[in-house]
């Protein structure tokens, strides 16, 4: 089989599949918390990627062919921002660099919004709930938080005029870049704050996990850490060694079982 015959969705899944495995190696030799035992870790990853397949399985079967023709109707009707005759005739780079920005930082105000209202919260709950983050938290949503994402994205799709090509490469920077600061490897903090001036890092993103609810509603960035630093939302801790990870109230261990992830936002608690 050569490379022609795989579709662009398994070139993302390859690369997600990839960088799972290499993060996950970093996070097991060099951890940032070190107490974890690896049996533990084994579970939690195995729960974590299970739901993950269960989430990819429903968005195929609810969007897969509405994506499809979306994309093929954008591309006869050259709708969106970076269609705009002016911008149309600039280089694809220029293009696609536009089409990034904006799209990443529709990521930024998603993941605001759901930290924002009660109704999105109590889905996106379930990525917070995860008191053992790594690697694999990346993929942890709730099925009703994709739902929502992927619907609000369409409309998203159609303003700024993003082709498949251009969906695809973002997707594979966002699973690497997800994949990476979701990670519990210890990069040096001096390190981590040198990258954290471009993109976001795992200091960065424990910040976004932690228990103190004023440092967890902060740090929304996805790839990009600019729009943090733009708009004011971003905190720094001079002690990431002691970040306490999770939600008040969802600290036991028996919120990290599937059907519990899945009841969690119909359960009581504390939903903000
Ligand atoms: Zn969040
Ligand atoms: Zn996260």
């Known amino acids: 089989m050569t ?46 990627l ?8 429903l968005i195929t079967l609810i969007f897969g062919a509405l994506l499809i023709w979306l994309f093929q109707f954008m591309k006869e009707k050259n709708i969106g921002i970076i269609n705009f005759p002016f911008i149309a005739n600039q280089p694809w780079a220029v293009r696609f660099m536009i089409g990034y920005l904006l799209f990443d930082f529709w990521m930024y105000t998603w993941h605001r919004l759901n930290h924002r209202f009660r109704l999105l919260w109590i889905f996106h709950l379930v990525h917070h709930t995860d008191i053992y983050m790594n690697s694999t938290s990346a993929v942890r949503f709730h099925p009703i938080e994709i739902t929502l994402s992927t619907l609000a994205r369409i409309p998203i799709y159609l ?45 960065m993103h424990r910040v976004h996990h932690s228990v103190i609810v004023a440092e967890s509603d902060s740090n929304y960035s996805t ?50």
Not at 11 to 34: A, D, G, N
Not at 50 to 57: D, G, H, K, P, Q
Not at 245 to 256: A, F, M, N, P, R
């Open 50 to 57: 299970f739901l993950a397949a269960v989430n990819t399985i």
């Open 159 to 203: 303003i700024i005029g993003l082709d498949r090509e251009m969906l695809l490469i973002y997707e594979i920077v966002l699973n690497i870049s997800t994949l990476f600061h979701h990670s519990n490897w210890g990069l040096p903090e001096k390190l981590d704050r040198i990258l954290r001036w471009i993109i976001v890092t795992p200091n």
């Open 223 to 272: 790839t990009l850490s600019i729009w943090d630093r733009m708009l004011g939302t971003l905190v720094q801790s001079d002690q990431p060694q002691i970040i306490k990870l999770g939600v008040k109230k969802y600290l036991t261990d028996s919120w990290q079982n599937f059907i519990k992830m899945l009841e969690t936002p119909f359960l009581k608690g504390d939903k903000k």
């Open 3 to 48: 490379i022609a015959n795989y579709t662009s969705d398994h070139i993302k899944v390859i690369i997600l599949i990839s960088c799972l495995f290499i993060f996950f190696l970093l996070e097991t030799f060099f951890p940032h918390f070190k107490s974890r035992k690896f049996q533990k870790m084994v579970i939690h990853s195995a729960t974590n």
